[in-house]
């Protein structure tokens, strides 16, 4: 099992492109048919060059991310280059995990299998949800028994799999998530991530007003969920995701440890030490474009990692950077408490993590 005790590395790779475009998605992705899938790699290892060049040294790669949009679309030749590139460039750790973003209406089983001999060892599908209606209500073009069927195939070819839900859509009760979060454990993965419905600006749902379910129905929802996950040994160790032990989400952990990574792709984000990278969200203008460096302060880099620290809810977070009043409130209001020299949130804080970071972040010192 791989150690995640071991100081991180990432690296995350972005395709911007799907088959369609779901009518709740924010992310940086259009439907595109006439893809310059050369141009894009190109444009990848560009990006690869510009970052081996940009430090003397950089720690070993422990993972390696290709999220999207939908980077399934991707060919097997690219993700193989992709990897070749940063072997070029970069030294390797001895188990990466590698993750590809996948829908299951965007994949088979011999590019499954194709992924997997170009080095992919996780696959994190999309699924969404596991009834017709909500799938269609979601925009999703993928049916339940497809979603299934590229779920078993997936489980059989690669060591990690992990899929995503929506829940507490628009009408569905706590009762009929309760149902549907049985089927989901039924399917036996180490990994699942379940992610409230969030209605973003700039989506189709947003301007269609869609609701979503209030303050006190969205916490029964959660408190649900985390109860029945752990009750199946997948506690959630982020707000939304839910592992095994020994399963987690390598990647996402160098993030949420506040380590560094590098961004790769259109709309592509890094961080290096107070360096801060960023590409432009659109695909023609970081065709021409290196990425963007911006230095941080020490403050914002402390608030980030707080930001970013909190969200781990079983790790917790040294007190000795958050603030000591700020601590006392936070325990009495019943948002967390401090063991050794750490503070951990409580299930209460993490549904109000706003307002209990704005609580513990230290003053600003000069
Ligand atoms: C990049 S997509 C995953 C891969 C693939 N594109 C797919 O959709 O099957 C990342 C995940 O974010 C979640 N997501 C995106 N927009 C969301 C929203 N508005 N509310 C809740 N979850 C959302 C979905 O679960 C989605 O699978
Ligand atoms: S949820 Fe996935 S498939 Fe749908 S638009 Fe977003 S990235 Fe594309």
């Known amino acids: 099992m791989y150690r995640v005790s071991k100081p991180l590395f990432g690296v995350y790779v972005h395709w911007p492109y799907c088959l369609s475009k779901c009518p709740y998605c924010d992310f940086f992705s259009q439907a595109e048919r006439a893809i310059n899938e050369e141009e894009i790699l190109k444009g990848y290892q560009r990006d690869i060059l510009f970052f081996a060049r940009l430090k003397k040294s950089y720690l070993p790669i422990t993972s390696v991310f290709f999220g999207g949009g939908t980077p399934s679309l991707m060919s ?22 590698i993750t590809m973003e996948a829908n299951p209406d965007a994949i088979n089983l011999e590019k499954m299998q194709a992924f997997r001999a170009a080095g992919v060892n996780r696959l994190s599908m999309g699924i969404q949800a596991l009834n017709e209606a909500d799938l269609r209500f979601l925009g999703r073009r993928h049916t339940v028994e497809t979603a299934l069927m590229r779920l078993e195939e997936a489980k059989q070819i690669f060591p990690k799999v992990n899929a995503d839900f929506i829940y507490a859509r628009p009408h569905q009760t706590p009762d009929a998530w309760k149902t ?6 039924n399917l036996n993965l180490t990994h699942y991530s379940l992610y ?43 707000i939304s995701n839910y592992a095994q032990e020994g399963f987690q989400c390598v990647h996402n952990l160098t993030y949420w440890r506040g380590y560094d990574y590098l961004g790769i792709g259109p709309a592509a984000h890094g961080r290096l030490g107070l360096t801060a990278t960023e590409n432009p969200r659109s695909v023609t203008a970081w065709i021409k474009q290196k990425p963007m460096c911006t ?3 020490r403050q914002e880099k402390t608030e980030e990692k707080i930001l970013m620290g909190l969200r781990l809810m079983q790790e917790g977070f040294p007190v000795s950077l958050l603030n000591s009043k700020g601590i006392e409130t936070a325990v009495r209001f019943g948002w967390g408490q401090v063991k050794n020299g750490l503070f951990f949130p409580s299930e209460e804080g993490t549904l109000v993590l706003n307002r209990l970071i704005l609580t513990v972040l230290p003053e600003e010192r000069m």
């Open 180 to 185: 549907e979060l049985t089927q989901i454990l």
């Open 196 to 238: 409230q419905l969030t209605i973003e600006e700039n989506t189709p749902f947003y301007r269609k007003q869609v609701t979503v379910p209030d303050e006190e129905t969205a916490r029964t929802f959660y408190l649900m969920t985390n109860k029945m996950m752990e009750k199946a040994s997948l506690p959630p160790y982020e």
């Open 295 to 297: 230095q941080l302060t």
């Open 76 to 97: 097997p030749q690219s993700v193989e280059k992709v990897l070749t590139t940063l072997q070029d460039w970069f030294a390797f750790d001895e188990m990466p995990e």
